[in-house]
């Protein structure tokens, strides 16, 4: 999962985020975070896999310390490596963990994406919602965060 996340973030935000914050990301700085996330019972995670059984993407969920709206989480990250994108993946991560937000007797569920990021049409896609946008930074430059959020589970499960 480290691999995925670090090489995906290399992709996804080549030209957001600047190149030498991107080349200073850790695969075993990002290794000890899953490797603590997935301790956890309350952090959700679901992994796609190839025919080779290598962790190829992967989506995680829970509720965020600073989410005080009941009966609702975050979807934290959705993740796939470049060349196995535009196949269904996501799709079938995004539902995956829905299924068990839906479980959960989540109602509503947030996520927060770069503005500059071309997954803002995909969440929109599926149904979330623009709530608001704020600035944040990385890498010493700062950018605009969406806040998005879904106000209904099963639209996601339907689509």
Request: aromatic share 20%; with cysteine; charged share 35%.
């Given at each position: 999962m480290a691999r995925v996340h670090v090489d995906s973030w290399k992709t996804t935000y080549k030209g957001i985020i600047p190149?030498?914050?991107l080349n200073n990301l850790s695969y075993t700085q990002r290794n000890d975070l899953w490797m603590q996330a997935i301790t956890q019972q309350?952090?959700?995670i679901m992994v796609a896999e190839n025919f080779e059984g290598q962790i190829v993407g992967f989506a995680?969920?829970?509720k965020k310390e600073t989410n005080i709206v009941p009966?609702?989480?975050?979807l934290t990250?959705?993740?796939?490596?470049?060349s196995y994108q535009d196949k269904g993946m996501g799709k079938q991560l995004l539902q995956s963990l829905f299924?068990?937000?839906?479980?959960?007797g989540w109602q509503k569920v947030f996520v927060e994406v770069l503005e500059d990021n071309?997954?803002?049409?995909?969440y929109e896609y599926y149904g979330a919602t623009l709530c608001k946008t704020v600035p944040i930074q990385i890498g010493g430059v700062l950018l605009n965060e969406r806040i998005y959020e879904w106000n209904n589970i099963d639209d996601v499960l339907a689509r």
């Open positions: 190149d030498e914050f309350d952090h959700f995680d969920g829970w009966h609702s989480g975050d990250s959705i993740y796939i490596l470049e299924k068990i937000f839906k479980q959960l071309k997954t803002c049409e995909w």
